[in-house]
T-cell receptor
Framework: GIQVEQSPPDLILQEGANSTLRCNFS?????LQWFHQNPWGQLINLFY???GTKQNGRLSATTVATERYSLLYISSSQTTDSGDYFC????????????FGTGTRLTIIP | GAVVSQHPSWVICKSGTSVKIECRSL??????MFWYRQFPKQSLMLMAT?????????EQGVEKDKFLINHASLTLSTLTVTSAHPEDSSFYIC?????????????FGSGTRLTVV
């Protein structure tokens, strides 16, 4: 099946710093999403971004589908940004399951 | 927006007993639901895909006789962990596909933390 690797696995930053999270996938996809998992386990959808660039406040994401990677940018990090970040992808048509990446644990220090 | 309700939020059971977890789509019909398992500090691993009115499709390595999935209606799927053992302790998350929202129409439940003692 498709492999989805995220880097770095852990990231510790000072409050106010910028961060870049990467998601590499091994095959063509027609759906890519970024999620933040809060401390209680709830997954919060950040972006649906199979290609191109999107921005939402301090967060933005870029997917280069031809090169099979996506980036999530967090600017001016806040302590509330701490938590686990996952990308998830879906391959072609007729297959609806989302495969999650390995995850990045982000810790923002005050 | 689309809401998926998952119950219970947490459960503790004795080894050898069975536990049922419910996943309901509250404001949309979900012809397809997914069950994931997440161990501490790990990612979500898909266990099975369930389609309303048909048998679930299990991922490789997942015991279908141990993890019983029923999707009897368009708004309800259940996962029953049979004869639970301590190694089944994990965080279980369901997801429902809302085709009306297009390709990004995946809504997740809040998860169930299962502890088997």
């Amino acid at each position: 099946g498709i492999q989805v690797e995220q880097s770095p696995p852990d990231l510790i930053l000072q409050e106010g710093a910028n961060s870049t999270l990467r998601c590499n996938f091994s095959d063509s996809v027609n759906n890519l999403q970024w999620f933040h998992q809060n401390p209680w386990g709830q997954l919060i959808n950040l972006f649906y971004i199979p290609s191109g660039t999107k921005q939402n406040g301090r967060l933005s994401a870029t997917t280069v589908a031809t090169e099979r990677y996506s980036l999530l940018y967090i600017s001016s990090s806040q302590t509330t940004d701490s938590g686990d970040y996952f990308c998830a992808v879906k391959m072609g048509f007729g297959n609806e399951k989302l495969t999650f990446g390995t995850g990045t644990r982000l810790t923002i220090i005050p | 927006g689309a809401v998926v309700s998952q119950h219970p939020s947490w459960v503790i059971c004795k080894s050898g007993t069975s536990v049922k977890i419910e996943c309901r789509s509250l404001d949309f019909q979900a012809t397809t639901m997914f069950w994931y398992r997440q161990f501490p500090k790990q990612s979500l691993m898909l266990m099975a895909t369930s389609n309303e009115g048909s048998k679930a499709t299990y991922e490789q390595g997942v015991e279908k006789d141990k993890f019983l999935i029923n999707h009897a209606s368009l708004t309800l799927s259940t996962l029953t962990v049979t004869s639970a053992h301590p190694e089944d302790s994990s965080f279980y998350i369901c997801s429902a596909r809302d085709r009306g929202r297009g390709k990004d129409g995946y809504t997740f439940g809040s998860g169930t933390r299962l502890t088997v003692v």
